[in-house]
T-cell receptor, first 112, second 114 residues
Framework: EAGVTQFPSHSVIEKGQTVTLRCDPI?????LYWYRRVMGKEIKFLLH????????ESGMPNNRFLAERTGGTYSTLKVQPAELEDSGVYFC??????????FGSGTRLTVV | GENVEQHPSTLSVQEGDSAVIKCTYS??????FPWYKQELGKGPQLIID?????GEKKDQRIAVTLNKTAKHFSLHITETQPEDSAVYFC?????????????FGRGTSLIVHP
């Protein structure tokens, strides 16, 4: 079974630019989550999809972040325009109801 | 909302020693406590979890204990090996998967010296 796949693995962009991160969940997992970890801090929740619908986006920092999940399959997280404080590792995870998460390897975003 | 505190932030041990990582949580309604291990270049991986209806769970060299009254839970690794070196995260939630969003601790960097 393929795991959760994220790309790119690393991205370095300049402040003000746009970056789009992609996550492919485990096939058949309805639940998809985005998390972010800033260096040395906790893994913080950003948002949760159930199929193509946003179930909870209470963790999204501001309106520079836009997440989509086309057709309930893969998801994208776009940051536009990027700011320095957006740097961190962005994790995607997927799950079925009643089961724990499977995380992807993450995208390390550096905004310079 | 839930608040999870995790200590220590860094733990250095000699191979063969035991390692203990402790977490506290604030929401008494939390009833599912997973632990994740993140190796370099990889995402967090679930290694063990415990639900509030049990006080201890063991899986080979790894054990987790839960004290619901004190809102404490701990990860115990015995006979540590260099491959146990990683960042460990505790988490607490009101359930597993679905809409139960876990709150994570800040992570403990475990270093096992050969």
């Amino acid at each position: 079974e393929a795991g959760v796949t994220q790309f790119p693995s690393h991205s370095v962009i300049e402040k003000g630019q746009t970056v789009t991160l992609r996550c492919d969940p485990i096939s058949g997992h309805d639940n998809l989550y985005w998390y972010r970890r800033v260096m040395g801090k906790e893994i913080k929740f950003l948002l949760h999809f159930v199929k193509e619908s946003k179930q909870d986006e209470s963790g999204m920092p501001n309106n520079r972040f836009l997440a989509e999940r086309t057709g309930g399959t893969y998801s994208t997280l776009k940051v536009q325009p990027a700011e320095l404080e957006d740097s961190g590792v962005y994790f995607c995870a997927s799950s079925q109801v009643g089961e724990g998460y499977t995380f992807g390897s993450g995208t390390r975003l550096t905004v310079v | 909302g839930e608040n999870v505190e995790q200590h220590p932030s860094t733990l250095s041990v000699q191979e063969g020693d035991s390692a203990v990582i402790k977490c506290t949580y604030s929401d008494s309604a939390s009833n599912y406590f997973p632990w994740y291990k993140q190796e370099l270049g990889k995402g967090p991986q679930l290694i063990i979890d415990i639900r509030s209806n049990v006080g201890e769970k063991k899986d080979q060299r790894i054990a987790v204990t839960l004290n619901k009254t004190a809102k404490h839970f701990s990860l115990h690794i015995t006979e540590t090996q260099p491959e146990d070196s990683a960042v460990y995260f505790c988490a607490a939630s009101k359930g597993a998967g679905g809409s139960y969003i876990p709150t994570f601790g800040r992570g403990t960097s475990l270093i096992v010296h050969p």
